[in-house]
Every structure is written in structure tokens, then in C-alpha cells.
């Protein structure tokens, strides 16, 4: 079961983007989530995330201050509001379980931040 992504797009540095990512209610009620990203020619890494509790929450140190996650338990769904976006955010954002199962791995959505 993999988990989708979206929300991504082309935005000019200092715009703000909001990514969502819906799950089984079995995988969301179960695990802390979390959002991912992959760079071109870098490897993939944790951007955020946020624990069963909806309270705790744990933020990249280039992310923070910038972007915030958050979870919608009656909607089984986790977000990633992002702002101040920097050319170097352009990514392949994913959301997944945190710790990351490869089971869960979608497709991303793809963030582009260029002027």
C-alpha cells in the first residue's frame, strides 16, 4: 500500500506550497508520519515528522522555523505547509511512516523552486 503524495508545483522563491498525503486509517492511527524528501543527485531524507499524539514534532534543521507539519485524524491525513520556499527545497517530497517502511514509498510529488 503505497502512500501518494500532493500538492507539489513550480513556485517562486519565498512562495509557500501545501502538501497533503492521505493514508489508511490503519497505517495513520498506528504510526508517527512523516515527510520525506529526495534532491536531484542527493539521497532521500527526513523532513518532518510528527508523532500519533498530533503534538510532537520533530523538523530538519534547514526546514525549521519554515515549514510545518500537521495530522487530521478524522481525515486519516498528513500535511506539510511549507513557506519562505528556497531554490534549494526543489525535491521530491514523499510521506511515509516514520521510521519509513518500503512498503509505503509513492511516487512523491514533485517541488519546484525557481525564479
Known amino acids: 500500500v503505497q502512500l501518494q503524495a500532493s500538492g507539489g508545483g513550480l513556485v517562486q522563491p519565498g512562495g509557500s506550497l501545501r502538501l497533503s498525503c492521505t493514508a489508511s486509517a490503519h497505517i495513520f492511527q498506528r504510526n508517527n508520519m512523516g515527510w520525506y524528501r529526495q534532491a536531484p543527485g542527493k539521497q532521500r531524507e527526513l523532513v518532518a515528522s510528527i508523532w500519533k499524539d498530533g503534538v510532537n514534532t520533530y523538523y530538519a534543521g534547514d526546514v525549521r522555523y519554515r515549514f510545518t507539519i500537521s495530522r487530521d485524524s478524522a481525515k486519516n491525513s498528513v500535511s506539510l505547509q511549507m513557506n519562505s520556499l528556497k531554490p534549494e527545497d526543489t525535491a521530491v517530497y514523499y510521506c511515509?511512516?516514520?521510521?519509513?517502511?518500503?512498503?509505503?514509498w509513492g511516487q512523491g510529488t514533485l517541488v519546484t523552486v525557481s525564479s
Open positions: 511515509n511512516v516514520q521510521p519509513p517502511l518500503e512498503p509505503y
